[in-house]
């Protein structure tokens, strides 16, 4: 299609010698006694402006058609969110109604279906390991249903919920294992450069404290050197209280001093969630982030329109001063 614009030149040439024939019988015409002064009343410069404009819309049309791409930088909001549940055994207490586990499900329920399909959604479960029950998506069935099978384990182990988030992020495909009573320890993830997952946001939720190895913070510096971002959710107070689940008395005691750590090390935030109503509030104020991502983009509709504007701007002045068209 670009071979076409070898045209443009012959079409000017021809449009020339046209105007240079007219001027000469013009000029004949005069010389005889006919149209006297012709020549000094005519348009002038204004006879060329319609059709340099048509000529000017040709070639941008003939540009289009060879469907030309540009970068554009759009914003966007997208990303890789990992929800990262506690699932201690603490976490079946009944203080948020019906369960904690179930309140918290419940509030990430009306998460996940308020997310747009630029969003990509996993899911992780932690207690004395960490394990992905549901790689990130953007299938929202299956990140409920993942959701859904979520169950009280046991212990509380920080570490390997942000490490198993962080191998999760770097997953592309694959089948996730399923969630069972005794999940294999998660190694450690290879590393990255840093600021690698700049996009990536990890949701620790959490109701205790960490009870199992590995340091949580030097998990939490892993995930900054990946520009992971982490934002803790606390279940409960600092003063700690002492539960009833599934006959067994349980001291729960939540570490704010960690979360609060953990979260300002990665560049997140950390909400404390005393009640059904603040855990909605919390999911409400987590927006993915708003990112300007260079993409390739056909640009032959935005040429064709310009094309078509130029062309009715050409034939306008052309009706309005000559009652015609080029």
Same mark, same amino acid.
């Given at each position: 299609m670009l071979l076409f614009l070898l045209s443009i030149p012959l079409i000017a040439a021809l449009y020339l010698f046209l105007q240079q024939r007219r001027r000469r019988l013009a000029a004949s015409y005069s010389r005889l006694g006919f149209a006297q002064g012709a020549l000094e009343r005519g348009p002038g410069y204004r006879r060329h402006i319609p059709p340099a404009l048509f000529l000017v819309s040709f070639t941008i049309l003939l540009i289009a058609l060879a469907r030309p791409q540009a970068v554009v930088s759009l914003p966007k909001q997208e990303g890789t969110i990992i929800l990262a549940f506690d699932v201690s055994g603490s976490m079946a207490a009944d $203080?948020?109604?019906?369960?904690?586990?179930? %309140? @918290?499900?419940?509030? /990430? *329920?009306?998460?996940?279906?308020?997310?747009? !399909?630029?969003?990509?959604?996993?899911?992780?479960?932690?207690?004395?390991?960490?394990?992905?029950?549901?790689?990130?998506?953007?299938?929202?069935?299956?990140?409920?249903?993942?959701?859904?099978?979520?169950?009280?384990?046991?212990?509380?182990?920080?570490?390997?919920?942000?490490?198993?988030?962080?191998?999760?992020?770097?997953?592309?495909?694959?089948?996730?294992?399923?969630?069972?009573?005794?999940?294999?320890?998660?190694?450690?993830?290879?590393?990255?450069?840093?600021?690698?997952?700049?996009?990536?946001?990890?949701?620790?939720?959490?109701?205790?404290?960490?009870?199992?190895?590995? $340091?949580?913070?030097?998990?939490?510096?892993? %995930? @900054?050197?990946?520009? /992971? *971002?982490?934002?803790?959710?606390?279940?409960? !107070?600092?003063?700690?209280?002492?539960?009833?689940?599934?006959?067994?008395?349980?001291?729960?005691?939540?570490?704010?001093?960690?979360?609060?750590?953990?979260?300002?090390?990665?560049?997140?935030?950390?909400?404390?969630?005393?009640?059904?109503?603040?855990?909605?509030?919390?999911?409400?104020?987590?927006?993915p982030q708003m990112v300007i991502k260079p993409e390739k983009m056909e640009v032959t509709s935005i040429l064709t329109g310009a094309s078509l504007l130029i062309m009715l701007i050409g034939g306008a002045f052309s009706l309005l001063w000559f009652s015609r068209l080029p």
């Open positions: $203080d948020l109604k019906p369960t904690r586990m179930e %309140a @918290a499900k419940a509030a /990430v *329920r009306d998460f996940v279906e308020r997310q747009t !399909s630029s969003v990509q959604i996993g899911v992780v479960a932690f207690s004395g390991s960490g394990f992905a029950v549901q790689a990130p998506t953007n299938d929202k069935e299956a990140i409920l249903a993942s959701i859904n099978r979520l169950k009280p384990e046991l212990g509380t182990s920080l570490a390997h919920g942000i490490l198993a988030s962080l191998q999760a992020i770097a997953m592309d495909s694959g089948p996730t294992p399923p969630l069972s009573s005794s999940p294999s320890p998660t190694p450690t993830p290879t590393p990255m450069p840093e600021g690698a997952y700049t996009s990536a946001v990890i949701v620790l939720l959490t109701d205790g404290e960490n009870t199992a190895p590995p $340091d949580p913070i030097a998990a939490a510096q892993t %995930a @900054a050197d990946r520009g /992971v *971002r982490v934002y803790s959710i606390g279940i409960g !107070s600092a003063a700690g209280t002492t539960l009833h689940v599934n006959g067994f008395t349980v001291h729960t005691q939540l570490d704010e001093a960690a979360l609060q750590q953990i979260s300002h090390i990665t560049g997140g935030v950390y909400y404390n969630a005393g009640d059904e109503q603040d855990l909605r509030t919390v999911y409400e104020e987590l927006i």
